[in-house]
């Protein structure tokens, strides 16, 4: 039988075969631990997100016999908004015509609503990396400061929309 040696140490091949294999079940241990955590991690992160999502759309459920908007354009306004707010530089024009659109807080509701969660990364653009999942509220306390975002705060805060 040949041996193997290692400095004073003799490993027979019957020896090496086996240490060769516990080295696999030790790697492929690893591997799956890890890569079971990355799943389980995923699956909370949407549960979390379903989550927060289900409890924003509680705050601000429009009465739709209230609304002077429809709900194709709430749709609308939250893709212009999130477009305003998304890519690099914020374009504060479209978001102060868009709100002006906004008559009562049912009409902001729905607008919140359509726009969700969106995932807020750097400079606001999902493309430079992973961000945090913010609904509407949250961006533009992102993307606004001083007196618009005061104003916009103020005016959600008018209509009783309770958004953390």
Do not use: C
Not at 8 to 30: D, N
Not at 48 to 63: F, G, I, M, R
Request: charged share 25%; no cysteine; net charge positive.
């Amino acid at each position: 039988m040949d041996a193997k040696t290692f400095g004073a140490l003799s490993i027979g091949h019957e020896e090496m075969a086996r240490l060769q294999k516990i080295g696999i079940y030790a790697v492929g241990g690893l591997l799956l631990f890890v890569i079971g955590r990355r799943v389980i991690s995923q699956i909370k992160e949407s549960w979390q997100q379903n989550k927060e999502e289900n409890a924003l759309k509680k705050l601000t459920e429009p009465s739709k016999s209230k609304m002077t908007i429809s709900s194709a354009e709430a749709t609308n306004y939250a893709k212009q908004l999130h477009t305003a707010m998304a890519s690099m530089g914020t374009d504060t024009d479209t978001i102060d015509n868009v709100i002006s659109k906004l008559s009562n807080g049912d009409d902001w509701k729905a607008v919140i609503n359509a726009f969700g969660m969106k995932e807020y990364g750097t400079w606001g653009s999902p493309m430079w990396g992973n961000g945090e999942m913010i609904g509407l509220v949250d961006w533009f306390k992102k993307e606004l400061s001083g007196s618009r975002l005061t104003k916009i705060m103020n005016t959600i805060n008018s209509y009783g929309i309770k958004i953390a």
